[in-house]
Protein backbone atom coordinates (compact mmCIF):
# COMPACT_ATOMS: atom_id res chain seq x y z
CA UNK A 1 0.00 0.00 0.00
CA UNK A 2 1.24 3.00 -0.81
CA UNK A 3 0.19 6.72 0.72
CA UNK A 4 0.77 10.33 -1.50
CA UNK A 5 3.64 12.08 -0.06
CA UNK A 6 2.59 15.08 1.99
CA UNK A 7 2.99 18.91 1.05
CA UNK A 8 5.96 20.06 2.66
CA UNK A 9 4.37 22.75 5.01
CA UNK A 10 4.68 26.37 4.31
CA UNK A 11 7.32 28.47 6.87
CA UNK A 12 5.49 30.00 9.54
CA UNK A 13 5.39 33.99 9.38
CA UNK A 14 4.16 36.45 7.26
CA UNK A 15 5.44 36.54 3.50
CA UNK A 16 4.89 39.19 0.77
CA UNK A 17 2.63 38.12 -2.49
CA UNK A 18 1.78 41.94 -3.67
CA UNK A 19 2.96 45.33 -3.10
CA UNK A 20 1.76 48.84 -4.33
CA UNK A 21 4.90 50.10 -3.34
CA UNK A 22 7.37 51.01 -5.82
CA UNK A 23 10.37 49.55 -5.73
CA UNK A 24 13.93 50.90 -6.65
CA UNK A 25 16.55 49.15 -7.90
CA UNK A 26 19.48 52.26 -8.95
CA UNK A 27 22.71 52.46 -7.78
CA UNK A 28 22.97 54.53 -4.42
CA UNK A 29 24.14 57.79 -4.86
CA UNK A 30 24.27 60.90 -2.30
CA UNK A 31 23.19 64.58 -3.07
CA UNK A 32 23.70 67.93 -1.55
CA UNK A 33 21.87 71.12 -3.34
CA UNK A 34 20.49 74.33 -2.42
CA UNK A 35 18.63 76.06 -4.84
CA UNK A 36 19.87 74.15 -7.49
CA UNK A 37 18.01 74.77 -11.18
CA UNK A 38 15.94 71.81 -12.08
CA UNK A 39 17.44 71.51 -15.61
CA UNK A 40 20.90 71.60 -13.83
CA UNK A 41 20.46 68.72 -11.99
CA UNK A 42 18.51 67.16 -14.44
CA UNK A 43 21.62 67.11 -16.85
CA UNK A 44 23.66 65.82 -13.68
CA UNK A 45 21.47 62.93 -13.48
CA UNK A 46 21.98 61.86 -17.10
CA UNK A 47 25.63 62.13 -16.91
CA UNK A 48 25.75 60.22 -13.86
CA UNK A 49 23.53 57.34 -15.12
CA UNK A 50 24.05 57.82 -18.88
CA UNK A 51 20.40 58.08 -19.71
CA UNK A 52 19.25 60.10 -22.24
CA UNK A 53 17.39 62.83 -21.13
CA UNK A 54 14.67 65.00 -23.06
CA UNK A 55 13.39 68.32 -20.76
CA UNK A 56 10.43 69.67 -22.04
CA UNK A 57 10.63 73.68 -22.39
CA UNK A 58 7.76 74.35 -19.95
CA UNK A 59 10.04 72.62 -17.26
CA UNK A 60 11.23 75.18 -14.34
CA UNK A 61 11.63 74.74 -10.64
CA UNK A 62 14.78 74.62 -8.03
CA UNK A 63 16.07 71.89 -5.91
CA UNK A 64 17.01 71.04 -2.56
CA UNK A 65 17.34 68.18 -1.20
CA UNK A 66 20.66 66.24 0.99
CA UNK A 67 20.40 62.86 0.21
CA UNK A 68 23.15 59.92 1.47
CA UNK A 69 23.03 56.38 0.04
CA UNK A 70 19.62 56.75 -2.04
CA UNK A 71 18.98 54.96 -5.04
CA UNK A 72 19.54 57.34 -7.91
CA UNK A 73 15.96 56.29 -9.60
CA UNK A 74 14.35 57.23 -6.33
CA UNK A 75 16.11 60.57 -5.70
CA UNK A 76 14.85 61.53 -9.19
CA UNK A 77 11.45 60.52 -8.46
CA UNK A 78 11.81 62.61 -5.40
CA UNK A 79 13.03 65.72 -7.18
CA UNK A 80 10.83 65.06 -10.20
CA UNK A 81 7.63 65.09 -7.39
CA UNK A 82 8.34 68.28 -5.40
CA UNK A 83 8.03 70.00 -8.60
CA UNK A 84 5.08 68.33 -9.46
CA UNK A 85 6.74 66.66 -12.62
CA UNK A 86 6.55 63.17 -14.17
CA UNK A 87 8.38 61.51 -16.98
CA UNK A 88 7.78 58.72 -19.20
CA UNK A 89 9.75 56.41 -21.19
CA UNK A 90 9.82 56.04 -25.27
CA UNK A 91 12.08 53.68 -25.90
CA UNK A 92 15.22 54.49 -24.53
CA UNK A 93 14.42 58.14 -23.85
CA UNK A 94 13.45 59.69 -20.62
CA UNK A 95 10.75 62.52 -20.90
CA UNK A 96 10.41 64.95 -18.05
CA UNK A 97 7.26 67.03 -18.30
CA UNK A 98 4.30 69.04 -16.37
CA UNK A 99 1.88 66.32 -15.03
CA UNK A 100 -0.71 68.14 -16.31
CA UNK A 101 0.49 67.94 -19.74
CA UNK A 102 1.49 64.67 -19.47
CA UNK A 103 -2.40 64.06 -18.47
CA UNK A 104 -3.70 65.61 -21.24
CA UNK A 105 -1.58 64.00 -23.85
CA UNK A 106 -2.83 60.31 -22.56
CA UNK A 107 -6.60 61.39 -22.08
CA UNK A 108 -5.77 62.81 -26.07
CA UNK A 109 -4.09 59.58 -27.16
CA UNK A 110 -6.63 57.40 -25.29
CA UNK A 111 -9.91 59.14 -27.19
CA UNK A 112 -7.82 58.88 -30.67
CA UNK A 113 -7.46 54.90 -30.10
CA UNK A 114 -10.90 54.90 -29.34
CA UNK A 115 -11.79 56.61 -32.34
CA UNK A 116 -9.56 54.56 -34.64
CA UNK A 117 -10.55 51.19 -33.11
CA UNK A 118 -14.24 52.17 -34.54
CA UNK A 119 -12.84 53.31 -38.04
CA UNK A 120 -10.97 49.91 -38.66
CA UNK A 121 -13.02 47.16 -40.55
CA UNK A 122 -14.96 44.05 -39.41
CA UNK A 123 -14.70 40.36 -40.17
CA UNK A 124 -16.34 37.31 -39.49
CA UNK A 125 -15.08 33.54 -38.51
CA UNK A 126 -16.58 30.25 -37.93
CA UNK A 127 -15.19 27.99 -35.38
CA UNK A 128 -16.24 24.54 -34.83
CA UNK A 129 -15.36 22.85 -31.15
CA UNK A 130 -14.61 19.86 -30.35
CA UNK A 131 -14.54 18.87 -27.05
CA UNK A 132 -15.91 22.00 -24.98
CA UNK A 133 -19.68 23.15 -25.29
CA UNK A 134 -19.90 26.13 -28.08
CA UNK A 135 -22.31 28.16 -24.71
CA UNK A 136 -19.32 27.88 -22.26
CA UNK A 137 -16.89 29.25 -24.39
CA UNK A 138 -19.37 32.03 -25.62
CA UNK A 139 -19.41 32.84 -21.76
CA UNK A 140 -15.74 33.16 -21.36
CA UNK A 141 -15.31 35.47 -24.45
CA UNK A 142 -18.05 38.02 -23.76
CA UNK A 143 -17.42 37.90 -19.81
CA UNK A 144 -15.35 40.86 -20.27
CA UNK A 145 -14.65 43.67 -22.95
CA UNK A 146 -10.73 42.41 -22.99
CA UNK A 147 -11.33 39.87 -25.12
CA UNK A 148 -14.09 40.67 -27.22
CA UNK A 149 -13.82 44.37 -28.42
CA UNK A 150 -17.44 46.86 -27.30
CA UNK A 151 -17.84 46.14 -30.86
CA UNK A 152 -17.61 42.65 -31.03
CA UNK A 153 -20.50 39.29 -31.02
CA UNK A 154 -20.21 35.86 -30.59
CA UNK A 155 -23.46 33.62 -31.57
CA UNK A 156 -23.14 29.95 -30.89
CA UNK A 157 -24.66 27.70 -33.24
CA UNK A 158 -26.26 24.46 -30.94
CA UNK A 159 -26.91 21.81 -33.91
CA UNK A 160 -23.20 22.14 -34.96
CA UNK A 161 -21.40 22.99 -31.43
CA UNK A 162 -20.17 26.03 -33.82
CA UNK A 163 -19.22 29.48 -32.82
CA UNK A 164 -19.96 32.63 -35.51
CA UNK A 165 -17.10 35.75 -34.02
CA UNK A 166 -17.82 38.83 -35.71
CA UNK A 167 -14.86 41.50 -34.37
CA UNK A 168 -11.86 43.72 -35.47
CA UNK A 169 -9.49 42.04 -38.00
CA UNK A 170 -6.46 42.39 -35.75
CA UNK A 171 -8.57 41.05 -32.60
CA UNK A 172 -9.41 38.03 -34.08
CA UNK A 173 -6.24 36.10 -34.11
CA UNK A 174 -6.00 36.73 -30.41
CA UNK A 175 -9.60 35.46 -29.93
CA UNK A 176 -8.94 32.25 -31.69
CA UNK A 177 -5.85 31.09 -30.36
CA UNK A 178 -7.46 31.51 -26.83
CA UNK A 179 -10.47 29.02 -27.93
CA UNK A 180 -8.08 26.93 -29.48
CA UNK A 181 -6.77 26.64 -25.82
CA UNK A 182 -9.93 26.22 -24.46
CA UNK A 183 -11.49 23.33 -26.73
CA UNK A 184 -9.08 20.65 -25.49
CA UNK A 185 -10.12 17.49 -24.22
CA UNK A 186 -10.80 17.12 -20.45
CA UNK A 187 -8.73 14.13 -18.44
CA UNK A 188 -10.51 11.60 -17.33
CA UNK A 189 -10.04 9.61 -14.20
CA UNK A 190 -10.53 5.89 -13.28
CA UNK A 191 -11.24 5.40 -9.77
CA UNK A 192 -11.15 1.92 -8.06
CA UNK A 193 -12.61 1.41 -4.78
CA UNK A 194 -12.10 -1.69 -2.43
CA UNK A 195 -13.82 -2.47 0.61
CA UNK A 196 -12.16 -5.37 2.33
CA UNK A 197 -13.96 -7.06 4.99
CA UNK A 198 -12.67 -9.72 7.41
CA UNK A 199 -14.66 -11.52 9.96
CA UNK A 200 -12.92 -14.43 12.14
CA UNK A 201 -14.43 -16.34 14.60
CA UNK A 202 -12.36 -18.83 17.36
CA UNK A 203 -13.90 -20.43 19.83
CA UNK A 204 -12.74 -23.15 22.19
CA UNK A 205 -14.19 -25.30 24.71
CA UNK A 206 -12.77 -27.92 27.10
CA UNK A 207 -14.77 -30.28 30.43
CA UNK A 208 -15.43 -33.15 31.61
CA UNK A 209 -18.78 -34.31 32.33
CA UNK A 210 -19.39 -37.03 34.89
CA UNK A 211 -21.87 -39.01 36.77
CA UNK A 212 -22.50 -42.34 38.93
CA UNK A 213 -25.51 -44.38 39.97
CA UNK A 214 -25.88 -46.89 42.54
CA UNK A 215 -28.68 -49.51 43.23
CA UNK A 216 -29.03 -51.90 46.56
CA UNK A 217 -31.73 -54.16 46.30
CA UNK A 218 -32.21 -58.28 46.42
CA UNK A 219 -32.48 -58.18 42.56
CA UNK A 220 -28.70 -57.52 42.29
CA UNK A 221 -28.00 -59.17 45.52
CA UNK A 222 -26.55 -55.66 47.08
CA UNK A 223 -29.21 -55.62 49.87
CA UNK A 224 -28.26 -53.97 52.83
CA UNK A 225 -29.16 -56.90 55.48
CA UNK A 226 -31.12 -54.50 57.60
CA UNK A 227 -34.80 -53.87 57.61
CA UNK A 228 -34.33 -50.84 57.03
CA UNK A 229 -33.06 -49.35 54.75
CA UNK A 230 -33.14 -52.90 52.85
CA UNK A 231 -33.16 -51.66 49.38
CA UNK A 232 -32.24 -48.21 47.96
CA UNK A 233 -30.58 -46.50 44.94
CA UNK A 234 -28.17 -43.04 44.80
CA UNK A 235 -27.11 -41.36 41.39
CA UNK A 236 -25.47 -38.05 41.12
CA UNK A 237 -23.18 -36.17 38.38
CA UNK A 238 -21.60 -32.91 37.15
CA UNK A 239 -22.33 -30.56 34.04
CA UNK A 240 -25.16 -33.46 32.75
CA UNK A 241 -27.80 -35.95 33.88
CA UNK A 242 -26.79 -39.82 34.25
CA UNK A 243 -30.55 -40.48 32.61
CA UNK A 244 -29.78 -38.52 29.27
CA UNK A 245 -26.44 -39.45 28.90
CA UNK A 246 -24.38 -36.14 29.80
CA UNK A 247 -23.73 -33.08 28.25
CA UNK A 248 -20.83 -33.01 25.70
CA UNK A 249 -19.00 -29.79 26.42
CA UNK A 250 -18.18 -27.77 23.34
CA UNK A 251 -21.07 -29.38 20.83
CA UNK A 252 -19.88 -32.71 19.14
CA UNK A 253 -16.94 -32.14 18.55
CA UNK A 254 -14.03 -33.93 19.95
CA UNK A 255 -15.34 -36.36 22.81
CA UNK A 256 -14.13 -39.31 24.68
CA UNK A 257 -16.72 -41.16 26.42
CA UNK A 258 -16.09 -43.75 29.04
CA UNK A 259 -18.20 -46.61 30.93
CA UNK A 260 -17.57 -48.40 33.81
CA UNK A 261 -19.57 -50.83 36.15
CA UNK A 262 -19.30 -53.64 38.67
CA UNK A 263 -19.97 -57.54 37.40
CA UNK A 264 -23.33 -57.26 39.03
CA UNK A 265 -24.24 -53.48 37.55
CA UNK A 266 -25.19 -52.11 40.83
CA UNK A 267 -23.10 -48.97 40.73
CA UNK A 268 -22.31 -47.81 37.12
CA UNK A 269 -19.53 -44.70 36.17
CA UNK A 270 -20.17 -42.91 33.11
CA UNK A 271 -17.15 -40.21 31.81
CA UNK A 272 -17.36 -37.90 28.79
CA UNK A 273 -14.41 -35.90 28.16
CA UNK A 274 -15.35 -33.17 25.65
CA UNK A 275 -13.04 -30.94 23.69
CA UNK A 276 -14.19 -28.25 20.77
CA UNK A 277 -12.15 -25.83 19.01
CA UNK A 278 -13.70 -23.94 16.18
CA UNK A 279 -11.62 -21.63 13.56
CA UNK A 280 -12.93 -19.51 10.91
CA UNK A 281 -12.38 -17.06 8.40
CA UNK A 282 -14.04 -14.81 6.19
CA UNK A 283 -13.33 -12.45 3.75
CA UNK A 284 -15.37 -10.29 1.44
CA UNK A 285 -13.72 -8.06 -1.39
CA UNK A 286 -16.23 -5.71 -2.65
CA UNK A 287 -14.50 -3.29 -5.47
CA UNK A 288 -16.62 -0.81 -7.61
CA UNK A 289 -15.12 1.23 -10.31
CA UNK A 290 -16.12 4.57 -12.04
CA UNK A 291 -14.30 7.04 -14.73
CA UNK A 292 -14.94 10.57 -14.51
CA UNK A 293 -13.94 13.08 -16.11
CA UNK A 294 -11.80 16.08 -14.44
CA UNK A 295 -13.92 17.84 -12.01
CA UNK A 296 -16.97 16.17 -13.01
CA UNK A 297 -18.84 13.99 -10.56
CA UNK A 298 -19.55 10.19 -11.08
CA UNK A 299 -21.48 7.61 -9.88
CA UNK A 300 -21.89 3.70 -10.08
CA UNK A 301 -25.04 1.83 -7.79
CA UNK A 302 -25.22 -1.56 -8.09
CA UNK A 303 -27.88 -3.98 -5.27
CA UNK A 304 -31.38 -4.11 -4.38
CA UNK A 305 -34.31 -2.93 -2.96
CA UNK A 306 -35.97 -4.00 0.18
CA UNK A 307 -39.84 -3.57 0.43
CA UNK A 308 -40.63 -1.78 3.43
CA UNK A 309 -44.08 -1.83 4.80
CA UNK A 310 -45.85 0.43 7.06
CA UNK A 311 -49.66 -0.19 7.98
CA UNK A 312 -51.50 2.79 9.46
CA UNK A 313 -54.81 2.36 10.94
CA UNK A 314 -57.57 4.84 11.66
CA UNK A 315 -60.92 3.81 12.83
CA UNK A 316 -62.29 0.91 10.86
CA UNK A 317 -60.06 1.98 7.91
CA UNK A 318 -56.51 -0.03 7.13
CA UNK A 319 -54.01 1.58 4.93
CA UNK A 320 -50.91 -0.69 3.99
CA UNK A 321 -47.99 1.85 2.14
CA UNK A 322 -44.72 -0.11 0.94
CA UNK A 323 -41.42 2.15 0.19
CA UNK A 324 -38.52 0.87 -0.58
CA UNK A 325 -34.86 0.54 1.04
CA UNK A 326 -31.88 0.77 -1.14
CA UNK A 327 -29.36 -2.59 -0.07
CA UNK A 328 -26.44 -1.54 -2.76
CA UNK A 329 -23.10 -1.03 -3.01
CA UNK A 330 -22.42 3.29 -4.09
CA UNK A 331 -19.40 4.88 -4.89
CA UNK A 332 -19.58 8.91 -5.89
CA UNK A 333 -16.56 10.54 -6.76
CA UNK A 334 -15.61 14.05 -7.62
CA UNK A 335 -11.88 14.00 -9.21
CA UNK A 336 -9.35 16.83 -9.77
CA UNK A 337 -6.24 16.46 -11.37
CA UNK A 338 -3.55 19.08 -10.15
CA UNK A 339 -0.73 20.71 -12.18
CA UNK A 340 1.24 18.20 -10.23
CA UNK A 341 -0.22 15.22 -11.77
CA UNK A 342 -1.08 14.31 -8.14
CA UNK A 343 -5.53 14.01 -8.10
CA UNK A 344 -7.91 15.27 -5.26
CA UNK A 345 -10.80 13.34 -4.68
CA UNK A 346 -13.82 14.65 -3.09
CA UNK A 347 -15.46 10.61 -2.36
CA UNK A 348 -18.45 8.97 -1.03
CA UNK A 349 -18.32 5.18 -0.66
CA UNK A 350 -21.55 4.18 0.88
CA UNK A 351 -22.17 -0.25 0.90
CA UNK A 352 -25.86 -0.96 2.70
CA UNK A 353 -26.69 -4.47 2.59
CA UNK A 354 -29.14 -6.87 4.34
CA UNK A 355 -27.82 -8.79 7.22
CA UNK A 356 -27.36 -12.07 6.43
CA UNK A 357 -29.53 -14.99 8.14
CA UNK A 358 -32.05 -12.37 9.62
CA UNK A 359 -35.62 -12.64 8.11
CA UNK A 360 -37.86 -10.15 7.97
CA UNK A 361 -38.66 -8.65 10.76
CA UNK A 362 -41.98 -6.60 12.06
CA UNK A 363 -42.86 -4.46 15.08
CA UNK A 364 -45.66 -3.35 16.94
CA UNK A 365 -47.20 -5.27 13.15
CA UNK A 366 -47.13 -2.09 11.85
CA UNK A 367 -43.16 -1.68 9.99
CA UNK A 368 -42.15 -4.84 7.94
CA UNK A 369 -38.69 -4.73 7.28
CA UNK A 370 -35.14 -6.20 6.80
CA UNK A 371 -31.98 -5.02 8.89
CA UNK A 372 -29.63 -3.59 7.02
CA UNK A 373 -25.79 -3.26 7.89
CA UNK A 374 -24.65 0.48 6.49
CA UNK A 375 -21.39 1.11 5.91
CA UNK A 376 -20.23 5.03 4.54
CA UNK A 377 -16.80 6.88 4.20
CA UNK A 378 -17.23 10.50 2.96
CA UNK A 379 -14.10 13.01 2.70
CA UNK A 380 -11.47 14.44 0.28
CA UNK A 381 -7.95 12.51 -0.31
CA UNK A 382 -4.83 14.28 -2.35
CA UNK A 383 -3.22 10.76 -3.91
CA UNK A 384 -0.74 10.86 -6.54
CA UNK A 385 -1.66 9.16 -10.43
CA UNK A 386 -1.38 5.26 -9.58
CA UNK A 387 -1.11 5.27 -5.87
CA UNK A 388 -3.30 3.69 -3.30
CA UNK A 389 -4.32 5.36 0.31
CA UNK A 390 -6.67 3.87 3.17
CA UNK A 391 -9.68 6.28 3.59
CA UNK A 392 -10.76 4.64 6.38
CA UNK A 393 -10.98 1.60 8.68
CA UNK A 394 -12.99 -0.28 11.60
CA UNK A 395 -11.54 -3.17 13.87
CA UNK A 396 -13.91 -4.75 16.29
CA UNK A 397 -13.20 -7.13 18.71
CA UNK A 398 -15.28 -8.87 21.40
CA UNK A 399 -13.90 -11.70 23.54
CA UNK A 400 -16.17 -14.04 25.75
CA UNK A 401 -14.73 -16.19 28.20
CA UNK A 402 -17.27 -18.43 30.40
CA UNK A 403 -16.05 -21.39 32.99
CA UNK A 404 -18.54 -23.27 34.82
CA UNK A 405 -18.08 -25.15 37.96
CA UNK A 406 -19.24 -26.81 41.52
CA UNK A 407 -18.68 -23.94 44.51
CA UNK A 408 -15.85 -25.08 46.78
CA UNK A 409 -15.20 -28.56 45.39
CA UNK A 410 -13.60 -26.91 42.25
CA UNK A 411 -10.90 -24.92 44.71
CA UNK A 412 -9.46 -28.57 45.49
CA UNK A 413 -5.70 -28.60 43.92
CA UNK A 414 -6.08 -31.16 40.38
CA UNK A 415 -9.28 -32.47 41.61
CA UNK A 416 -11.07 -29.33 41.56
CA UNK A 417 -10.88 -29.84 37.26
CA UNK A 418 -13.16 -32.68 37.70
CA UNK A 419 -15.98 -30.04 38.86
CA UNK A 420 -15.35 -27.08 36.18
CA UNK A 421 -15.26 -26.77 32.37
CA UNK A 422 -14.12 -23.48 30.28
CA UNK A 423 -15.00 -21.76 27.28
CA UNK A 424 -13.52 -19.32 24.99
CA UNK A 425 -14.77 -17.34 22.19
CA UNK A 426 -13.37 -14.58 20.03
CA UNK A 427 -14.69 -12.80 17.41
CA UNK A 428 -12.61 -10.29 15.00
CA UNK A 429 -14.35 -7.60 12.35
CA UNK A 430 -12.48 -5.46 10.09
CA UNK A 431 -13.36 -3.28 7.53
CA UNK A 432 -10.36 -1.52 5.33
CA UNK A 433 -11.79 0.89 2.46
CA UNK A 434 -8.93 1.86 0.03
CA UNK A 435 -9.03 4.30 -3.18
CA UNK A 436 -6.67 4.14 -6.02
CA UNK A 437 -6.99 7.05 -8.73
CA UNK A 438 -5.26 6.32 -12.18
CA UNK A 439 -5.39 9.00 -14.89
CA UNK A 440 -6.63 7.87 -18.04
CA UNK A 441 -4.04 8.19 -20.97
CA UNK A 442 -5.40 9.10 -24.73
Known amino acids: ?????????????????????????????????????????????????????????????????????????QCLDIILRINRLDYVIENNVLRVARMERLTQEKQALAAYQKQAEAARPMKTVTKVLSYARAEDVKAILTAEKFIVSERGSVVVDPRSNMLIIRDLADRLEGILNLIDELDHPNPQVL?????????????????????????????????????????????????????????????????????????????????????????????VISAPKVVAQDNQGAKIESGIQIPIAQTVTQGNVTSTTVTFKDATIKLEVTPHITAEGTVQLDVKLDKTEVLEGVNVIAIGAQLAGAPLSKRVAETKVLVRDGGTTVIGGVYKMKQDQQRSQVPGLASIPVVGNLFKRREVKEDNDELLIFLTPRIVKY
Open 191 to 283: IEARIVETSRRFSRALGLAWGFSAVADAEHGTTTGWRFPNSGSVQGGVFGDPAAGFTRVGGTTGFLSLAFADILNAFNLDIVLSAAESDGLVK
Open 1 to 73: MEQAAPTPKAATGPKEVETQERQFTGEPISLELKDADIKDVLRSFAKITGLNIVVDPDVTGSVTVTLENVPWD
